[in-house]
């Protein structure tokens, strides 16, 4: 650890600006969460789909999973569509402007557009709030992390996000069990009808998501490096974070050429996990309705038991990439999760389904802090905001195409079968494999095309700075 930078003194889990930003994350995912079980569900309901409340024994006809697989893949796809057009230009805006400003209206959109869905009356008014919901998660999800980084030090950026990622997912732990607690009362206590039943958990999210505004304005301080030297010329408290020994205040505004080499790496990197996860997450969820249960409580628990061993490894992966080595942990965590994507479709009833999405949500909580980190060693601290938010956009353009033809590809073979050999397999397997097979490539490109970044030690910090100064 570089004793030289102060920040390396700090105990990070009582760092109140990291907290803060955590606590953001957490609050919009419970928020996410506690709709996420019930989401295809009120799509179908709202174009007629569903005669009565689905709950246990009551299984959505395949072909009607079908018919709205595409129209699902769409309303997934407008979101991650303005996701990627503005990923990167607010992280520019929070690199000229300001994080904390961006983040407040990214959190102040989330609670106003959760209110716009429950009121919503038709799938068209869907696809358009979460198409808004898209340009509103560009503002905070790229700036948030860019912040963490901002605050940290240098050794201790894997250990960092990990803590981040670990508060944040908590909130997907909480809130899909909260949602289909919620959904239960509303159908079997409160009585709703199809549609109703459905938009009581976007109002209790609302209000879930809203006490993130006022705490963030409170207090979390300016980290961006432009922002700051204003601040500071006007002698205004601030985040006193700055940059570490390793990232030096004189703004650079061009990569090395080993740095540029490796971000375009990240960048096709960024496509295929957007391309796997865009085209995994639609998929799941009709997969669920149509083959093993349209009971939503059921549903919120799995989704929130995967997050719930996630979070036990985050924090510990993290720790161990930044004093072992990044790239190891990295592709090892994302080989095991494009491993059971594959696997997942071949379950046959809920317990088979929950084992296996259950350890792809322990192998993703592995990967993620140590590629974070690695992007954060790669990426200067007075670019973090825009290349963050380009990383993002290359992640966003894939998991907008995924979707599209996730849903697609569902809707045309869901209903097929496929004999090979002596074994007869139903042709929803399809995008699941596809998926699989892109994140691979994605996988491949990080470690055959990424040096490793964090040695422990001195030479490591010494090698940092050096890479920080080229150019």
């Given at each position: 650890m570089d004793e030289s930078d102060p920040r390396s003194k700090e105990h990070l889990y009582t760092n109140v600006k990291?907290?803060?930003?955590?606590?953001?994350?957490?609050?919009?995912?419970?928020?996410?969460?506690?709709?996420?079980?019930?989401?295809?569900?009120?799509?179908?309901?709202?174009?007629g789909g569903l005669e009565q409340p689905p709950g246990p024994g009551y299984v959505v006809p395949p072909e009607v999973v079908a018919e709205f697989s595409a129209i699902l893949g769409v309303m997934m796809a407008s979101f991650m569509a303005t996701r990627t057009l503005l990923a990167r230009y607010w992280g520019g805006v929070s690199d000229r402007r300001g994080r904390k400003?961006?983040?407040?209206?990214?959190?102040?959109?989330?609670?106003?557009?959760?209110?716009?869905?429950?009121?919503?009356?038709?799938?068209?008014?869907?696809?358009?709030?979460?198409?808004?919901?898209?340009?509103?998660?560009?503002?905070?999800?790229?700036?948030?992390?860019?912040?963490?980084?901002?605050?940290?030090?240098?050794?201790?950026?894997?250990e960092a996000l990990g803590l981040y990622s670990t508060i944040s997912n908590a909130g997907f732990i909480i809130g899909p069990g909260v949602g289909g607690a919620l959904y239960n009362v509303c159908r079997d206590v409160l009585l709703l009808p199809v549609p109703d039943v459905f938009r009581v958990p976007y109002f209790i999210a609302a209000i879930i998501t809203l006490p993130a505004v006022p705490m963030t304005a409170m207090v979390l301080k300016e980290t961006c490096p432009a922002k700051l030297e204003v601040l500071a010329s006007k002698a205004l408290d601030v985040d006193n974070s700055g940059p570490s020994p390793a990232e030096p205040t004189k703004h650079r505004t061009t990569l090395s050429p080993s740095a540029r080499t490796a971000m375009r790496v990240l960048y096709v990197m960024a496509l295929m996990d957007g391309f796997a996860m865009g085209m995994g997450q639609p998929i799941f969820q009709l997969f669920l309705m149509s083959k093993i249960t349209t009971d939503i409580g059921l549903i919120?628990?799995?989704?929130?038991?995967?997050?719930?061993?996630?979070?036990?490894?985050?924090?510990?992966?993290?720790?161990?990439?930044?004093?072992?080595?990044?790239?190891?942990?990295?592709?090892?965590?994302?080989?095991?999760?494009?491993?059971?994507?594959?696997?997942?479709?071949?379950?046959?009833?809920?317990?088979?389904?929950?084992?296996?999405?259950?350890?792809?949500?322990?192998?993703?909580?592995?990967?993620?802090?140590?590629?974070?980190a690695i992007q954060g060693d790669i990426v200067p601290w007075s670019l973090r905001g825009r290349l963050f938010g380009t990383i993002q956009a290359f992640f966003n353009a894939g998991a907008t195409i995924g979707p599209l033809i996730g849903g697609a590809l569902y809707g045309m073979f869901s209903l097929t079968m496929f004999q090979l050999g002596w074994f007869s397999i139903g042709g929803h397997v399809l995008p699941f494999w596809l998926a699989s097979g892109l994140g691979l490539i994605g996988v491949f490109m990080l470690w055959a095309f990424i040096r490793e970044t964090r040695i422990s030690g001195a030479a490591s910090d010494q090698s940092e700075a050096d890479r920080s100064n080229e150019s």
């Open positions: 990291v907290m803060v930003v955590a606590l953001d994350a957490m609050l919009v995912m419970i928020g996410f969460g506690v709709i996420s079980p019930s989401m295809s569900f009120y799509l179908i309901a709202l174009e400003p961006i983040i407040m209206m990214g959190l102040l959109g989330y609670f106003l557009l959760l209110i716009a869905f429950g009121l919503a009356q038709d799938w068209i008014q869907m696809l358009v709030i979460r198409a808004f919901q898209g340009v509103v998660s560009a503002m905070v999800w790229p700036v948030a992390e860019a912040t963490v980084l901002d605050i940290v030090g240098v050794t201790r950026r894997a919120g628990l799995i989704i929130s038991g995967a997050g719930a061993v996630g979070l036990l490894f985050s924090v510990p992966a993290g720790r161990y990439a930044d004093r072992h080595g990044r790239k190891a942990v990295a592709v090892g965590g994302s080989i095991g999760s494009r491993a059971t994507l594959f696997v997942l479709p071949l379950a046959i009833d809920l317990s088979q389904t929950t084992a296996i999405w259950i350890s792809q949500g322990a192998m993703m909580s592995i990967s993620q802090p140590a590629l974070k």
